[in-house]
C-alpha cells in the first residue's frame, strides 16, 4: 500500500514538472518570435530613415517600448542599460533586451560601424545584427538569439550621400 502511494506522488511530480517545462518552452518561443517581428519594424525603419541613424533609433527604441515593455540596450552585456540618457534616468523604463547594431563588410572582415545622422544613398545595402537577451538567472542572461539582417535604403534626395 505504501509502495502505490509513493508512486502515485511519482507520477504526480513528474506529470508537474513536465508540464512547468513545456510552459516555459512555450514562453521563450513567444520570445523568439518577438525577435522576428522587431526585425521587420527594423527592416522599415532603416528603409525609410536611410541606416540606422539616430532617428532610427528613436523611431525603434520608441517602438520597442510600445510593443515590448522597454528600451533597446546599447551593449550586449548583461543587465546593459537603456541606449538613450533619457530612459536611463527614467526608472520606470525597464530594458526590452533588444540590441541592435549596423555592421560593414571591409577587406573580409565584419566591422561594426556607427552611422550617426549620416543616411545612406538610395538602394545602398545595410547590414545588422538583432540580439536579444532571453531569460535571466543571477543577473546573467543564459539565451541571447541573434539575427542577421539586410534591407535598403529607401531614401531620395538632397539628405542622402
Known amino acids: 500500500m505504501l509502495e502505490g502511494a509513493v508512486m502515485e506522488y ?7 514538472v513536465s508540464v512547468m517545462f513545456i510552459a516555459v518552452v512555450v514562453v521563450y518561443m513567444f ?14 525603419q532603416i528603409e525609410r530613415y536611410g541606416g540606422l541613424t539616430e532617428e532610427a533609433k528613436i523611431a525603434l ?32 523604463v525597464k530594458s526590452s533586451g533588444f540590441f541592435i547594431r549596423e555592421y560593414r563588410t571591409e577587406d ?9 545622422d549620416e543616411q545612406a544613398r538610395y538602394g545602398t545595402t545595410i547590414q545588422y545584427v538583432l540580439t536579444r537577451q532571453i531569460g ?14 539586410m534591407s535598403a535604403s529607401r531614401v531620395r534626395g538632397a539628405d542622402s550621400e
Request: charged share 30%.
Open 10 to 16: 511519482v507520477k504526480w511530480f513528474i506529470g508537474i
Open 31 to 44: 520570445k523568439l518570435n518577438e525577435v522576428n517581428s522587431f526585425q521587420q519594424d527594423v527592416n522599415y
Open 61 to 92: 527604441n520608441d517602438r520597442a517600448k510600445k510593443a515590448y515593455g522597454g528600451c533597446i540596450v546599447e551593449s550586449l552585456e548583461d543587465n546593459a542599460p537603456c541606449l538613450f540618457a533619457a530612459d536611463r534616468a527614467d526608472d520606470s
Open 108 to 116: 573580409g572582415q565584419d566591422v561594426y560601424y556607427d552611422r550617426g
Open 136 to 149: 535571466d538567472i543571477n543577473g546573467k542572461s543564459f539565451f541571447k538569439p541573434s539575427v542577421i539582417g
